[in-house]
């Protein structure tokens, strides 16, 4: 099973500035992963699929970049509705699609 | 496109319950669909993965044997079977459609079940 490793854990930020969040696979993964946003209550929302690809409807406020085991998710000028939980997925080796265990964005 | 979770409720410990989801706005028969569970408080597990036609359903090794994934394409549904419920089964079950090789695109709200005596 690929594990995948997010950090940090926490990461508060101002509105307007700018958040990198991490993901870490415990083997290659080619570009296969994809990221979501969660709000308390709400289900999940795709964000990127393919590494770097925005999903329908997604700002262009939010990229993501990476292949082979390291990827980050960058969101820039972050706004009030940015203020969320993140998970990454992979999906390159499945069963099982395995997620990690989420960054959550919080205002600084 | 709109996933209606529906089926959750308070069951006990070695109980069974059998979750839906009805999905409308798509042609549900063209696409994969998976189950998806939270924990309250904790990340996002993947539960099951059943292809379009139903050729072909993957589980995660924890839950292999006592959940099972179907769907009725004539009715736009999708379901999963829960027998023998253990406590840390308690999560919010999401279903979700498949896109591409392995993500999700879109999600229903979500149906709570809880394992408790």
């Known amino acids: 099973e690929i594990v995948m490793t997010q950090s940090p854990a926490t990461l508060s930020v101002s509105p307007g500035e700018r958040a990198t969040l991490s993901c870490r696979a415990s083997?290659?993964?080619?570009?296969?992963v994809a990221w979501y946003q969660q709000k308390p209550g709400r289900a999940p929302r795709l964000l990127i699929y393919?590494?770097?690809t925005r999903a329908t409807g997604v700002s262009g406020r939010f990229s993501g970049s990476g292949s082979g085991a390291e990827f980050t998710l960058t969101i820039s000028s972050l706004q009030s509705e940015d203020f969320a939980v993140y998970f990454c997925?992979?999906?390159?080796?499945?069963?099982?699609?395995?997620f990690g265990h989420g960054t959550r964005l919080e205002i600084k | 496109v709109q996933l209606v979770e529906s089926g959750g409720g308070l069951v006990k410990p070695g109980g069974s319950l059998r979750l839906s989801c009805v999905a409308y706005?798509?042609?549900?028969?063209?696409?994969?669909m998976n189950w998806v569970r939270q924990a309250p408080g904790k990340g996002l597990e993947w539960v099951a993965s059943i292809s379009s036609s139903s050729s072909s359903m993957s589980y995660a090794d924890s839950l292999k044997g006592r959940f099972t994934i179907s769907r009725d394409n004539a009715k736009n549904s999708l379901y999963l079977q829960m027998k023998s419920l253990r406590a840390e089964d308690t999560a919010v079950y999401f279903c979700?459609?498949?896109?591409?090789?392995?993500?999700?695109?879109?999600w229903g709200q979500g149906t709570l079940v809880t394992v408790s005596s």
């Open positions: 083997q290659s993964v080619s570009n296969n």
């Open positions: 979700a459609r498949g896109q591409g090789g392995g993500t999700s695109d879109y």
């Open positions: 997925q992979q999906y390159n080796t499945w069963p099982p699609i395995t």
């Open positions: 706005g798509f042609t549900f028969s063209s696409y994969r």
């Open positions: 393919g590494a770097s």
